[in-house]
């Protein structure tokens, strides 16, 4: 092996640096970067040895993929419509969150279906993985159990078992003698991961890599492995909150984007088909600072409480504490609520929260977010049968948003009676409830919360 200079590898999202420097310029991680291998170059030159190609033209057919269903109806929806064999899929999340458990529920529902299923455990010995579906009630289920790190191994036993489905937790276990690395480290990710995906397009077996996301340090997160994967999910949730979304961010077979709710329950995690239901599910008496936003994730609506708390400060820069929301988007909200509607927030701690832990990445939950500020600073509820969405521009305008008839459906069925929302919206087929159309934040500030 010929000795080649050092590079520097973030362990957290994979951006090569010349040197090593203490911050991350591509995720902007702290003491993240660690020396790393590079991976051989390969012979200088290419011979004349290769063999053409077979090429096709645009207009050929092309059947969709076959897909097993795993019963799990969550779950099948964030995979695109079920798991597509040969396929690699990336299950990434915080440790402990239950990854593990889900997989393992899933690994089980799949084997049901009557697929050949294996389960290789490099985090816990087999007795331990063993328990764990005792305790879940899978322990009927035709799952074959492995407790192993070597992939040299891991693989081979593959081939020799050509099984349906293979669960590799976690991928940060693994590790290839080939590679001078230690298992963890980026280039032993990188490729035990490499190693397997190709072994799934080769064999015709899907895979499923489990990733601990990792605060910092030696270990290399899942985002190494991000773009060689077909479909990438992350897990998110508290760990003290009931509530789990498996949220799909990128998918070769179905829609990004798309998400999963679970509920953390005694015997495991259970889907919730219902989540706008689940979500709303804890608000009680209509309360200021609370306002209910008619969202949309993946292909489906989902309503969500938008929580605010807005109280002197006593601090010289006041508190802006965002969670579950981009505080990016937040602070261009409060300033446009200060220059275009004279509100202004200075000497005020504002909090903002989505109710139930999830994350409302759309540009549509401006209208709400501006709801819930005004609503806890003016100390007036927003009335518990109406739901908002809109966009907010910098002057200040409400532009329309996607899927309007969408989210006024969801939010009729779940009994809301009015709408808040931008003037020039689609909303044909939403009859049953009361439509306050406004053209600018000026107008929503008036009606909802008196001129001054
Ligand atoms: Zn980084």
């Given at each position: 092996m010929s000795k080649s200079s050092p590079i520097f590898t973030c362990s957290t999202c994979g951006t090569v640096h010349k040197k090593w420097q203490g911050r991350c310029d591509g995720c902007g991680g702290w003491n993240t970067i660690v020396e790393d291998t590079p991976l051989s170059s390969g012979p200088k030159s290419l011979g004349a040895k290769g063999r053409s190609i077979p090429l096709t033209d645009l207009a050929t057919e092309e059947a969709p993929p076959p897909r097993a269903g795993s019963g799990i109806d969550e779950l099948d929806r964030v995979l695109g419509g079920g798991l597509v064999p040969a396929s690699a899929i990336l299950v990434g999340g915080d440790p402990g969150i239950g990854k593990s458990t889900l997989l393992l529920q899933a690994t089980a529902s799949f084997a049901r279906k009557g697929l050949k299923c294996l389960y290789i455990s490099g985090e816990e010995a087999s007795a331990q993985v063993r328990m764990r579906a005792q305790r879940l009630g899978l322990a009927q289920a035709p799952v074959s159990l492995g407790a192993e790190t070597n992939l040299r191994d891991i693989l081979t036993t593959l081939d020799a078992e050509r099984p349906d489905l293979a669960v590799i937790d976690s991928i940060?276990?693994?590790?290839?003698?080939?590679?001078?690395?230690?298992?963890?480290s980026v280039s032993q990710v990188r490729a035990a991961a490499h190693e397997l995906v190709t072994f799934a397009k080769k064999r015709g077996v899907?895979?499923?890599?489990?990733?601990?996301?990792?605060?910092?340090?030696?270990?290399?997160?899942p985002r190494v492995v991000e773009h060689m994967v077909d479909t990438v999910l992350?897990?998110?949730?508290?760990?003290?909150?009931?509530?789990r979304i498996l949220r799909a961010v990128k998918n070769r077979f179905g829609p990004a984007d798309e998400i999963g709710?679970?509920?953390?329950?005694?015997g495991g995690l259970s889907q919730v088909t219902n989540p706008s239901a689940l979500f709303l599910s804890s608000r009680d008496t209509p309360a200021p600072g609370s306002a209910v936003f008619a969202g949309i994730e993946g292909t489906r609506p989902v309503l969500t409480e938008i929580q605010a708390l807005v109280a002197p400060s006593t601090l010289a820069s006041p508190r802006r504490t965002v969670v579950g929301l981009d505080s990016g988007r937040v602070s261009t909200i409060l300033a446009v609520l200060e220059a275009r509607c004279g509100i202004p927030f200075t000497g005020l701690d504002v909090f903002l929260n989505v109710a139930g832990g999830l994350r409302v990445n759309e540009p549509a939950a401006d209208l709400a977010v501006a709801g819930a500020l005004l609503s806890a600073r003016e100390d007036v509820a927003i009335p518990p049968d109406m739901v908002l969405f809109g966009e907010i521009s910098l002057s200040g305008a409400l532009r329309p948003v996607g899927q309007t008839e969408n989210r006024l459906k969801e939010a009729s069925k779940l009994g809301f009676q009015q709408a808040t929302l931008p003037s020039r919206s689609k909303t044909s087929g939403a009859e049953d409830m009361k439509l306050r159309e406004m053209a600018d934040l000026t107008a929503f500030v008036g009606e909802m919360f008196g001129a001054g």
């Open positions: 940060q276990t693994m590790w290839l003698d080939t590679v001078e690395a230690a298992p963890g899907a895979v499923i890599l489990v990733g601990h996301v990792t605060k910092e340090g030696q270990i290399a997160g992350y897990f998110e949730g508290e760990r003290g909150h009931q509530f709710v679970f509920e953390m329950t005694g």
